[in-house]
């Protein structure tokens, strides 16, 4: 497995000049094109790594899956797709015309940022301070790891330029999928958004999905296996914006993107996968790690179609 992705992530590295880093958050706009790592976390403990796998970049919409796991938990899959559907979209993840014109108003699914927006607001909690912890929590857990932090530049950035966020959620508020303080809970997903991983803890997260949510890093279960179906195939149809039909032909995996470059990919019952290339396809997803996923779904036969 080290030869393997050690000649792959040297293989695909010529990719990274393809890609562009998102710049519409300024903070990101500084982070290093030319990037490329991988981890890997098999069920049953051998963890793997290569290249770039150390740097530390930021959850962005991979924090989408924790968010739509704590919502499941809290509310039934009736309740919650009263207000957010679980469909594909032929549009960007940050698409306006999506929620004004199509599926009654609500957002299309929890892997784009309207349908996160709206799932943050169905996690229990009190206050927004409640929910954040709560997810939060989930996401320390998943990958096994209590000191990660929030990258406050990234975080700044991203609430001072988030209008096209501000946008989607005063719209929802206006037909009632939320029903809370927008900037409130704007704060919430831009923190989520800002927690900085590396490509370890993102594979570690993957791996607690592969094992349908039954063993934490911790040992301990997190959430139900009917759970963790649920956010797999909403990963495998929806994790990847308008590629996602692409990626599954391709690379075959229940996968999320974000636009920090991040990858988080689920072999079911054999591993997780973790992978960063800030430089970006036009879609918003890593171009290296794609590329890289897909010489090794193909290598090692992960695909699960
Ligand atoms: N924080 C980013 C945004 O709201 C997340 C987008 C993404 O990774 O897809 O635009």
Known sequence: MQNTIDRLVKKNRKWVKKGHVATYIPELAKQDPGLLGISISELGCDQWNAGDWQVPFTLQSIAKVPAFICALQDNTLEVLTRKISV???ANGFNSIENLETRNEQKPLNPMINSGAIAAISMVSGASLEEKFQRIFHMIKKMAGNTNLKINQAVYCS????????????????????IDIDVEELLDVYF???????NCQDVAK?????AGDGNFSPDGSPLFDTQTAKIAKAVMATCGMYDGSGDFAVEVGLPGKSGV??????VVPKKMGIGVLGPALDIKGNSLAGWKLLQDLSLELGLSIF
């Open 87 to 89: 469909a594909p979209t």
């Open 158 to 177: 991203e609430k001072q330029t988030g209008d096209r966020n501000r946008s989607l959620a005063y719209y929802m508020k206006s037909t009632g999928i």
């Open 191 to 197: 923190r989520l958004c800002s927690i900085e991983v």
């Open 205 to 209: 997260m993957a791996g607690v999905l």
């Open 260 to 265: 920090g470059g991040g990858i988080m990919a």
